[in-house]
């Protein structure tokens, strides 16, 4: 099992610039991929960002350019950060971080909400 906990959502005007962090505990040895995806009401989730143990990213069209994905890892936790910067105001949604295991299982934080408004 691993549990994940995100953080560093908010408001923010257009053309700003967030950062949300996710951090993972339990099974870190069985970690694979670490990302973050977004929902917003009516519409399926989506991929952002995402980025394995061997640090290759895969970013969704709209975003890059202007997101930049990265992760830590220590003995007790793996943490996974997106810097998300020139926010506009379709970036709006729930975040979800995400881990995906080498048995392909999937893991889901409890989402954070940014908000790009003037």
């Known amino acids: 099992q691993v549990e994940l906990m995100e953080t560093g959502g908010g408001l923010v005007q257009p053309g700003g610039s967030l950062r949300l962090s996710c951090t993972a505990t339990?099974?870190?040895?069985?970690?694979?991929?670490m990302g973050w995806y977004r929902q917003v009401p009516g519409k399926q989730r989506e991929l952002v960002a995402t980025?394995?143990?061997?640090?290759?990213?895969?970013?969704a069209d709209s975003v890059k350019g202007r997101f930049s994905i990265s992760r830590e890892s220590a003995s007790a936790k793996n943490m996974v950060f997106l810097n998300m910067n020139n926010l506009e105001p379709e970036d709006t949604a729930v975040y979800y971080c995400?881990?995906?295991?080498?048995?392909?299982?999937?893991?889901w934080g409890q989402g954070t909400q940014v908000t790009v408004s003037s």
């Open positions: 995400n881990v995906v295991s080498y048995g392909a299982r999937q893991y």
């Open positions: 339990g099974r870190l040895f069985d970690i694979y991929v």
């Open positions: 980025i394995n143990t061997g640090d290759r990213e895969i970013y």
